[in-house]
């Protein structure tokens, strides 16, 4: 109790000692509400701090909290308290910062339950659909919306990832770019994203056709951190999109495809010049080969190199 209270009379020279102190302790029971009106004060001092560590070890400790707060109504009073600097963090220069701002707000999502979760969600998509956003804005309501999508179940990730898909490919090229985003974070946030690989790859590399360079470049970046995630687990939900894509009609997609191919196959520790690959067949093997060898004498010279 000491250790608290010296936090909140001055948070700049004992808040981080306290947060420790609170991840470190092992509560025997559930954190009901005259314990949230000590311990928000002390998170919400954390997430507004300046520094990344502080308002990782907060986003650490919002996750704790919420897991052992039984009843999500005693939370909907700080809603108000912890919002501005969940927001504030969200929209940092710094990706560590967005990062733990995410889980944080995953995590207060979970803790308050989804019906609670409206006003969040909401606000998220309008941020999604702002025309003039920094980049930084951009990439933190992407990946804000990736962690509250990726805590509320199969059946709520099934009905949201339609509309992700749907926005994906919007008219809007700025809408079409901030779904994709949100694309690559569910791809590490979301642990049972690689089920979803076979319908959702083939919308990835399409996005490397688009018109406007931004959603090329988001798109070529979900392909990549697929392949890195799931390259050796799951190498044939990548290896089968990616070759089909390799003899798409516009070069920059085959260009793409092209790097993307190399890309699998040095994750699968070259298997392909294996006499007996460990990942793949080899009859899927010789496919890569051959379509890695048309692919040099491709009309295009900057395909062929």
């Given at each position: 109790?000491?250790?608290?209270?010296?936090?909140?009379?001055?948070?700049?020279?004992?808040?981080?000692?306290?947060?420790?102190?609170?991840?470190?302790?092992?509560?025997?029971?559930?954190?009901?509400?005259?314990?949230?009106?000590?311990?928000?004060?002390?998170?919400?001092?954390?997430?507004?701090?300046?520094?990344?560590?502080?308002?990782?070890?907060a986003s650490k400790l919002m996750g704790n909290i919420c897991n052992l707060t039984q009843d999500p109504s005693d939370l909907l009073p700080?809603?108000?308290?912890?919002?501005?600097?969940?927001?504030?963090?969200?929209?940092?220069?710094?990706?560590?910062?967005?990062?733990?701002?995410s889980k944080a707000l995953g995590s207060l999502s979970k803790g308050l339950g989804l019906e609670n979760s409206d006003d969040m969600l909401l606000w998220l998509h309008e941020v999604l659909h702002q025309k003039s956003l920094h980049s930084?804005?951009?990439?933190?309501?992407?990946?804000?919306?990736?962690?509250?999508?990726?805590?509320?179940?199969p059946k709520f990730f099934?009905?949201?990832?339609?509309?992700?898909?749907?926005?994906?490919?919007?008219q809007q090229s700025y809408i079409r770019e901030s779904y994709r985003s949100v694309m690559v974070f569910l791809a590490t946030c979301y642990d049972q994203f690689v089920k979803y690989l076979p319908k959702l790859l083939p919308i990835m590399i399409q996005g490397l056709s688009d018109e406007v360079e931004d959603v090329r470049k988001i798109s070529m970046r979900n392909v990549k951190i697929c392949i890195k995630l799931f390259g050796?687990?799951?190498?044939?939900?990548?290896?089968?999109?990616?070759?089909?894509?390799?003899?798409?009609?516009?070069?920059?997609?085959r260009q793409s495809s092209s790097v993307l191919m190399?890309?699998?196959?040095?994750?699968?520790?070259?298997?392909?010049i294996k006499l007996q690959p460990k990942y793949v067949s080899n009859e899927t093997k010789?496919?890569?080969?051959?379509?890695?060898?048309?692919?040099?004498?491709d009309i295009i010279e900057r395909v062929a190199t």
């Open positions: 109790m000491q250790t608290l209270v010296k936090a909140l009379s001055n948070p700049n020279e004992h808040l981080k000692d306290a947060m420790k102190v609170l991840l470190e302790t092992s509560f025997v029971h559930a954190i009901d509400a005259p314990s949230l009106s000590l311990l928000i004060p002390i998170l919400d001092s954390g997430l507004m701090m300046h520094d990344n560590e502080s308002k990782h070890l700080y809603i108000k308290i912890l919002m501005p600097a969940i927001k504030n963090s969200l929209f940092d220069s710094i990706p560590e910062i967005r990062a733990s701002a930084s804005e951009r990439s933190g309501a992407a990946q804000g919306f990736a962690e509250i999508v990726s805590v509320h179940g099934d009905e949201t990832i339609k509309v992700i898909v749907m926005k994906s490919q919007d050796r687990i799951a190498p044939l939900q990548l290896v089968d999109p990616i070759m089909e894509m390799m003899f798409h009609k516009d070069f920059r997609v190399y890309q699998l196959v040095k994750e699968l520790e070259n298997d392909v010789n496919d890569i080969l051959a379509c890695m060898f048309i692919l040099k004498y």
